[in-house]
């Protein structure tokens, strides 16, 4: 079991040899298929058995995480640390916050490598296959550090709230580089460049929000696919899906 980070810690935590899990239907989905609509022939299950195996030789699931104090609040604003991080609605979606935290998470770059040799060798369908479980791969990844943060903040009295992520739910993907000064994925390898592009490119980069009046109230939806089954504080009872 790994053990949940101080949510309030303001030095950089890096979580290694953090746990994978591959949904079968979430790798699907980057591929097109609609649940419980488009049945997976078994030529394709094979495949996707193929890559799943491949790629969890390849992959190195790691995260750096960092908190800052808030410094003050709007209705689409939150400035802390100098930064002004322009969020549509942030305040009625997440209330008042004592602190954020931002999060790198990465499955590193020997993925994307094998998938450009096997495009080079026009294995096609593999190589599809192979960037779709890194995609699923990196997704659950972010999930399990977001859940991870939530039971050690409530650990310690404090709520941590769904993670938000530049280019998403309106957050402008510019602020890239805000957050980045706010949690830099160095100390994990990962960079950012000037049109904020992360390499490597199976990376999630998130913020959340902490305090003891935070508002989750999406707590029964979590609990339901969260990664942490013996959650002293779970709501409602874990789902198998860790779709989000
Ligand atoms: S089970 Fe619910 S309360 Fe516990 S860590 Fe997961 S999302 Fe948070």
């Given at each position: 079991?790994?053990g949940?980070?101080?949510?309030?810690?303001s030095?950089?935590?890096?979580?290694?040899?953090?746990?994978?899990r591959?949904?079968?239907?979430?790798?699907?989905?980057?591929?097109?298929?609609?649940?419980?609509?488009?049945?997976?022939?078994?030529?394709v299950?094979?495949?996707?058995?193929?890559?799943?195996?491949?790629?969890?030789?390849?992959?190195?699931?790691r995260?750096?995480?960092?908190?800052?104090?808030?410094?003050?609040?709007g209705?689409?604003?939150?400035?802390?640390?100098?930064?002004?991080?322009?969020?549509?609605?942030?305040l009625?979606?997440?209330?008042?916050?004592?602190?954020?935290?931002?999060?790198?998470?990465?499955?590193?770059?020997?993925?994307?490598?094998?998938?450009?040799?096997?495009?080079d060798?026009?294995?096609?369908p593999?190589?599809?296959?192979?960037?779709?479980?890194?995609s699923?791969?990196?997704?659950?990844?972010?999930?399990?550090?977001?859940?991870?943060l939530?039971?050690?903040?409530?650990?310690?009295?404090?709520?941590?709230?769904?993670r938000?992520?530049?280019?998403?739910?309106?957050?402008?993907?510019?602020?890239?580089?805000?957050?980045?000064?706010?949690?830099?994925?160095?100390?994990?390898?990962?960079?950012?460049?000037?049109?904020?592009?992360?390499?490597?490119?199976?990376?999630?980069?998130?913020?959340?929000?902490?305090?003891?009046?935070?508002?989750?109230?999406?707590y029964?939806?979590?609990?339901?696919?969260?990664?942490m089954?013996?959650?002293?504080?779970?709501?409602?009872?874990?789902?198998?899906?860790?779709?989000?």
């Amino acid at each position: 079991m790994i053990g949940a980070p101080s949510v309030l810690s303001s030095i950089p935590v890096v979580l290694d040899d953090l746990p994978l899990r591959v949904d079968r239907d979430e790798v699907l989905r980057f591929q097109g298929y609609k649940k419980g609509i488009d049945v997976p022939t078994g030529d394709v299950v094979a495949l996707f058995d193929e890559a799943l195996h491949l790629g969890e030789q390849l992959m190195r699931p790691r995260a750096v995480y960092r908190a800052l104090r808030v410094d003050g609040q709007g209705a689409d604003l939150i400035e802390v640390a100098g930064e002004r991080l322009n969020i549509p609605e942030i305040l009625r979606l997440w209330g008042r916050l004592e602190a954020v935290g931002g999060a790198i998470c990465t499955v590193g770059d020997d993925i994307e490598t094998r998938v450009r040799a096997l495009f080079d060798q026009r294995e096609f369908p593999l190589a599809v296959m192979l960037d779709s479980v890194g995609s699923a791969a990196v997704e659950s990844l972010a999930e399990f550090v977001n859940d991870l943060l939530c039971q050690g903040g409530l650990a310690a009295g404090l709520r941590v709230t769904n993670r938000v992520s530049p280019g998403y739910a309106g957050w402008d993907t510019a602020e890239q580089a805000a957050l980045w000064r706010l949690c830099s994925g160095a100390p994990i390898g990962v960079t950012l460049n000037s049109s904020c592009f992360m390499t490597p490119a199976k990376t999630i980069s998130f913020l959340v929000g902490i305090g003891p009046e935070a508002r989750v109230d999406h707590y029964f939806s979590q609990c339901r696919r969260c990664w942490m089954r013996d959650c002293a504080y779970r709501r409602a009872p874990a789902e198998t899906s860790i779709h989000r």
